[in-house]
């Protein structure tokens, strides 16, 4: 015989329990983003972030920090098969112009004496000068040619390592590359910072410490600024 099996009524049957509802906030794909832009852009900023972290501290006791600048001179006389390729040039340098550049076998020369590039320099012209205003990140430095007689005179002068850090975190003098460098890394900090705060907030129900500390953080700079600066 077939064994008989006992039926259940439609009504008696159990319920099935509705699926869960799934929570609504920030979906996965964009958590896993934060995530990603948060890590890629730490790691570019992290060297960055270092020096300026560093040179903030130095620029903030800049004058505690003492350093004696190295001032090294030199003096030539250029050959006059050199000095008479100044002889076209102008006279002055005419205000709201773009000075006119140094003739190259002038340049040449100069560079070849002294071991300085004058790539992108911006003379200054007088009538019995050439002067080459030569800044650089941590010093300074200065090419005059004597039109008339041919006498050079170069100065360097070398303020040390700190104060180079301290113009790159300027970016004093450091060229058109370092400056995009320093876009570029204010762009990454930024996402690194809002990928941070939006970290945060995902997190935050899990830590409740977390929105205390950033209300400090937003806190103490305004009553610095409001209260204890004059």
């Given at each position: ?32 983003q934060f995530h990603t832009w948060h890590w890629m852009s730490s790691a570019i900023c992290l060297v960055g972030m270092v020096l300026f972290a560093i040179t903030g ?146 997190h935050a129900r899990k830590r409740r410490s977390t929105w205390p500390i950033v209300g400090a953080g937003v806190v103490i700079p305004l009553f610095l600024l409001v209260?204890?600066?004059?």
């Open positions: 015989m077939k064994p008989q099996f006992d039926q259940i009524h439609p009504a008696e049957a159990p319920l099935k329990r509705p699926a869960k509802a799934r929570k609504k906030g920030i979906p996965a794909f964009w958590k896993r501290i130095t620029l903030n006791h800049a004058g505690s920090i003492e350093a004696e600048p190295v001032i090294e001179s030199n003096e030539l006389v250029m050959p006059a098969d050199v000095l008479a390729a100044l002889d076209g040039s102008p006279t002055a340098t005419e205000s709201g112009e773009t000075p006119a550049p140094v003739p190259a076998p002038v340049s040449r020369w100069l560079s070849d004496q002294l071991g300085v590039s004058l790539t992108g320099r911006v003379p200054e012209w007088s009538e019995l000068e050439l002067y080459i205003p030569l800044p650089r990140a941590g010093g300074d430095g200065w090419i005059a040619v004597d039109r008339e007689t041919g006498d050079v005179v170069h100065e360097d002068t070398d303020r040390g390592w700190i104060a180079y850090l301290n113009d790159l975190h300027k970016g004093r003098d450091t060229g058109a590359a370092w400056s995009w460098f320093i876009d570029i890394f204010a762009v990454a900090c930024v996402v690194f910072c809002v990928t941070g705060l939006l970290l945060l907030q995902l209260f204890l600066m004059h």
